[in-house]
């Protein structure tokens, strides 16, 4: 392994400041576990680590009563979230998601910022902010812009972030009642999986419980980057929710998949569980809306 | 029963292995831990393609690099320098590559970073040649050769026997079954990874520090190496670290050891090769993929008539014991169930694939997974309940099998009785799930493959009532230490722990034949016993002159060698042994023993009772399975063996927990994945090896059977845990779901893949 220097800012301009200093041999870092593989692997060789660990408002996770809307630092870390019974009840699809990631150890120091700016079509966090229409505040060394989560990404392991830009929060508007969504990554073992193929499914009812205002079908490893099923979205707005309907949807979100064989697994048991699983998290989602009302 | 397990001291007890806390604090050394003062580091720089010749190599640019001491290739390997049994292997190929972890260079330097940039320094020209992958198509008439001197890819292995007549046989079975099964690359995943140190002194002579499962056996591979090297004469001292597990891995010596030798050789230096992890996926060898082809038949009233077995197995490039599994095969495919005619085949095939090596088993869990899976089909083809019809069919003491083994104690019964009640076998489960059950049968007295299956032990006892006891076998984590300690501290009427084990130092250490075949227990635990009958003996009598009685009435226990009811006549054994030492003509009470089990090697017939005894059990899995996504949960597990006797229950318990985990792992998700000889998953990330949390609670019944020839009764446990772990998962998806899966491992694709077929 290539020896660096770790440095320890704790402001977002110092930070900034360090890499425009050191530029293209440093490295922003957050709780490590993509960058010290990649480090101790050689694939990435930085002379400077950057770490956004003591940057004190970059790890709040807070929700604005008020305005409804939630807030998460970039460094948070997955336990934290994992935890939080706010994010339990409230955003049980973030839950599903991050409760499932590598081990204890991985999400006790692994940071849902680091897990979206990594970048893999797996990463299991993307999957719900994308599907809660969550907002990425960046702030780079021209100051801040927002964008949306779902179009952070580029192709694998490359995002929109220009040099230097930091990941300081994602917000959550505030959400709808009558709002279920759940995640689920199928894989073939417990823990420390990467998942064949991630789900997330959140749906919003009208007051009548059944029609359905707003959908989102989100994909892991069905594409190059995490991915929306706008067709399988936009087929059940506007329909009365029920099985054979989330069945017709996950057909469709089967179909405009990219899924692909590797080596982990084959296109077509990837398009069937996209199949399957639509279904099993839109059930869920239905039966959450029920019990919550 | 001759004994009850109350009435041990020791024997019997749960007793804590004896290196735990010293492997709990990181105080264990193992040979990632070896300093040597001048020690360089090597690494080996392996085949860039699966089949190639060498056209050129160029190792200027690694040699100039400053720090780099030495730098080898293919000819600089003594011509008679190589490996494997059949010796087609040497430690750095010359001209020709026939994999793609074949070594083509190494260099030694004083940092293993530095050592690192010299092989990329090394500018190699290949000439690629075309490669086979699959051992079917690699014994076609004009598939490309592996080795072109050969002539062909099927290796010359005497495996091909026929007891009694088949076919006629075959011609009065009532119902028959016939179906093909295969099973792929699994891999050990030991937590230490190989390596080895090795250095010579000033004559000569080789000491090295390696993970070895056959401290005697590789000692003898290390003299002929030297002896290949132009050092006659010379002496060689095997030393173990502690190993982070074995399974199989460390039975035969490999490349990076003899790579170290010829570097320390060169560089008159220690030199020290380590395995990082991708390397350890990709360098060391794996259990062997076979292709089964199996039938068998019954009469109308379940019993066996035939068995009929042909197998072709993937031997890699090279070879080293894993074209001998079918030995072992042999054993299940010939003698587990009482069947009387019995034919097998099996070819090994060489492919420009890794090569194969012992793993866990030695070939048992690949013919058990066939073998079980077809009693399953030819129950129900007989319409016999599957628990029935193994009962029919069982294996019972005082048999002897068509392979000619003598089965002395047998508690396969026992164990298929336990298993059905745990799992209650009465078919009324929920949809989707179901429960399987198999059996097993391997060695559990020895195993003689070499002209010895011995173990040697040297006993000694200081004066203050502790042993010291030197064994020729090998603790690798199953823990022999435990087991030797206690067997010799119930004779000696002493304390586990006031018995120390000494062992793998071949300078110190007697011969034993290696830690495989699940023997240790058996064998190098009848030498330390047989080393401690001899030194209580002279207890007896030194006592017996004390005490005055004669020496057969007195006992030791509770560290006091006494005369029983006899208050007065009693000693601590410690002050006896001070009373022996310290007088005029005194003595040191020593002993030694070398105990070779009574059994048979097989003959060119390949028949004989290659074991004392053996061990039985039946696994028996309940398992729930997502018809939807093709997803296996294993819901219960039960694994009955019959083991002798268990000198150490938590022990054993271990054993078989991990044994089923790692069987669970062959059954539903390990799998090395190989494209055109290439490993693609070489990480614990895409091996799919379980996690604690994919862990199963597994009940392990113990049935003792008190083997007259055992040590306290014991048969050996090491391998039996992952033996028919497969087809008790692939027997319970059947009875969940109704569709069989005959490949290993059994994912969700291939399940789901199988209903869609069975659903149209
Ligand atoms: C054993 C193991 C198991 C794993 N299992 C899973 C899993 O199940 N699911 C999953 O999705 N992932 C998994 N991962 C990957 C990883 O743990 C997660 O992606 C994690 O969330 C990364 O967060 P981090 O804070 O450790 O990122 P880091 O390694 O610190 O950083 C990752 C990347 O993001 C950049 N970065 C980090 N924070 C910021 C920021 N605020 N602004 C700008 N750039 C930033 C870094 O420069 C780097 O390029 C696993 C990793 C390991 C080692």
Known sequence: MKAFKYLSPTTVEEAIAFHSRHSETAKYIGGGTDVIVKVKEGWMEPDYLISLKKIGDMSELHKNDATGELSIGAMVTHATLEKSLMIRNEYPIIHDAVSNIGSLQVRNVGTIGGNLINAVPSADGAIPLIALDGMALLHGPDGERSVEVKDLFIAPYKTILKPREILKKITIPPQAPHTGSAYIKFGRRAAMELPLIGIGVLLTLDDDLQTCPRARICLGVAAPTPMRAFDAENFLVGKKIDENILIEAGKIAADESKVRDSVRGKAWHRKEMILVHVRRMGLKCLNMIKDNN | MSKNNSEFSVVGKRIPKLDAAQKAMGRAEYIQDVKLPGMLFGKILYSKHAHANIVKIDTSKAKALAGVHAVLTGEDVPKKMKMGFIKDNPPIKKGNVCSLRDEVAAVAAISPEIAKKALDLIEIEYEELEGIFDPEKAMEKDSPLVHEHLKSNVLKMPWNIHYGD???????????????????????????????????????????????????????????????????????????????????????????????????????????????????????????????????????????????????????????????????????????????????????????????????????????????????????????????????????????????????????????????????????????????????????????????????????????????????????????????????????????????????????????????????????????????????????????????????????????????????????????????????????????????????????????????????????????????????????????????????????????????????????????????????????????????????????????????????????????????????????????????????????????????????
């Open chain 2, 166 to 760: 088949v076919e006629k046989a075959e011609k009065e079975s009532a119902f028959v079954v016939e179906d093909r099964f295969t099973t792929t690359w699994v891999t050990h995943c030991c937590m230490g990874t190989s390596g080895a140190v090795a250095l010579f002194d000033a004559s000569e002579n080789l000491t090295i520090y390696t993970n070895t499962q056959i401290p005697s056996l590789a000692h003898k591979d290390f003299l002929e190496a030297l002896k290949a090297m132009g050092l006659e004469n010379k002496r060689v001292r095997v030393i173990k670290p502690v190993i982070g597990g074995g399974f199989g891995s460390k039975l035969d010596t490999y490349a990076y050891e003899h790579i170290a030798i010829l570097l320390a050789y060169k560089c008159r230096k220690p030199v020290k090769i380590v395995f990082d992890r991708v390397e350890e996926f990709k360098a060391t060898s794996t259990r062997q993929p076979t292709v089964t082809y199996i039938k068998q038949g019954c009469d109308k009233n379940g019993k066996l008539t035939f068995r009929d077995m042909r197998m072709v197995l993937d031997n890699g490039g090279h070879t080293s014991w894993g074209a001998t599994t079918p030995s072992v095969m042999l054993m299940p495919i010939s003698s587990l169930y009482r069947v009387e005619n019995v034919k097998y085949n099996a070819k090994c095939v060489y492919t420009n694939n890794t090569y194969s090596q012992a793993m866990r088993g030695y070939g048992n869990p690949q013919a058990t997974f066939a073998i079980e899976s077809s009693m399953d089909m030819l129950a129900e083809k007989a319409g016999i309940d599957r628990i029935e019809f193994r009962k029919i069919n069982k294996n019972q003491s005082g048999d002897e099998t068509p392979q000619g083994l003598k089965i002395t104690s047998c508690g396969l019964e026992e164990c298929i009785d336990a298993v059905k009640e745990e799992l209650k076998f009465d078919g009324k489960n929920e949809k989707g799930i179901g429960t399987g059950i198999a059996s097993l049968i391997h060695v559990g007295g020895g195993a003689r493959i070499y002209g010895s299956d011995g173990c040697g032990a040297i006993l000694k006892m200081d004066d203050y009532g502790k042993v010291d006891i030197f064994t020729g076998g090998t603790d690798m984590g199953q823990g022999l230490d435990n087991i030797t300690a206690q067997i010799v501290a119930e004779e000696l009427g002493l304390l586990a722990e006031d018995i120390n084990v000494v062992h793998s130092d071949t300078d110190i250490c007697p011969w034993d034949v290696g830690a495989h075949a699940s023997r240790s227990t058996f064998v190098a635990g009848n030498a330390a016993l047989g080393a401690a009958k001899k030194v209580k003996k002279k207890i007896q009598v030194f006592a017996s002159k004390l005490f005055d009685v004669p020496a057969q009435e007195i006992e030791l226990k509770d560290k006091l060698v006494f005369v029983p009811g006899d208050r007065e006549k009693s000693m601590l054994i410690g002050k006896l042994l001070r009373k022996a030492h310290f007088r005029p003509g005194g003595t040191m009470l020593m002993a030694e023993h070398f105990y070779d089990p009574d059994n048979e090697n097989m003959g060119k017939e390949l028949k004989g009772n290659m074991s004392m005894t053996y061990s039985f059990g039946a696994h028996g899995a309940k398992v729930k399975v997502d018809e939807e996504t093709g997803k296996v949960e294993v819901l219960e597990y039960v694994a009955a063996h019959d083991v002798g006797r268990a000198i150490n229950p938590l022990l054993l318990e271990g054993q078989v927990y991990g044994g089923v985990i790692m069987g669970l792992g062959y059954a539903l998700t390990e799998e090395v994945t190989v494209k055109d000889g290439e490993i693609m998953n070489a990480n614990f990330r895409d091996y799919k090896l379980f996690t604690a949390k994919d862990a199963v609670k597994i009940k392990a019944p113990v049935i003792e059977t008190d083997d007259k020839d055992g040590p306290f009764g014991a048969k050996g446990i090491g391998e039996p845990g992952c033996v028919p772990t497969a087809p008790a998962i692939a027997n319970a998806i059947y009875d969940a779901v109704g569709v069989r899966i005959k490949d290993l491992p059994i994912t969700p694709e291939k399940v789901l893949a199988a209903l869609k077929d069975k659903n149209g």
